[in-house]
Nanobody
Framework: QVRLVESGGGLVQAGGSLRLSCAAS????????MAWFRQAPGKEREFVAR????????SYADFVKGRFTISRDKSKNTVYLQMNSLKPEDTAVYYC????????????WGQGTQVTVSS
């Protein structure tokens, strides 16, 4: 069973930083794309960033470009989301997700970690 466990969320002031972690286990992720999504109360879930496990190639939503960085540590089976210059509108539950390539769906999800940005 694939398991994704997020951590690192919390309360931070606007302009501050947080680093989220996603511990992945259960299989080899060599052919996977790992991603971060977020969802605020009453809003739709939205894509934040993704990374190829093997190549490290990344892609970002426009609203986080220049502020957020996704990365992974293969030796630790961990995906990170470094969030800088945080804004109140970044407040949401952040989820880690995994899928076997771009053609597939995100079939595996973590439980989420709360990020709250105060103004």
């Amino acid at each position: 069973q694939v398991r994704l466990v997020e951590s690192g969320g919390g309360l931070v002031q606007a302009g501050g930083s947080l680093r989220l972690s996603c511990a992945a286990s259960g299989r080899s992720f060599s052919n996977y794309f790992m991603a971060w999504f977020r969802q605020a109360p009453g809003k739709e879930r939205e894509f934040v960033a993704r990374i190829s496990w093997s190549s490290g190639s990344t892609s970002y939503a426009d609203f986080v470009k220049g502020r957020f960085t996704i990365s992974r540590d293969k030796s630790k089976n961990t995906v990170y989301l470094q969030m800088n210059s945080l804004k109140p509108e970044d407040t949401a539950v952040y989820y880690c997700a995994a899928r076997p390539g771009l053609a597939g769906q995100y079939d595996h999800w973590g439980q989420g970690t709360q990020v709250t940005v105060s103004s």
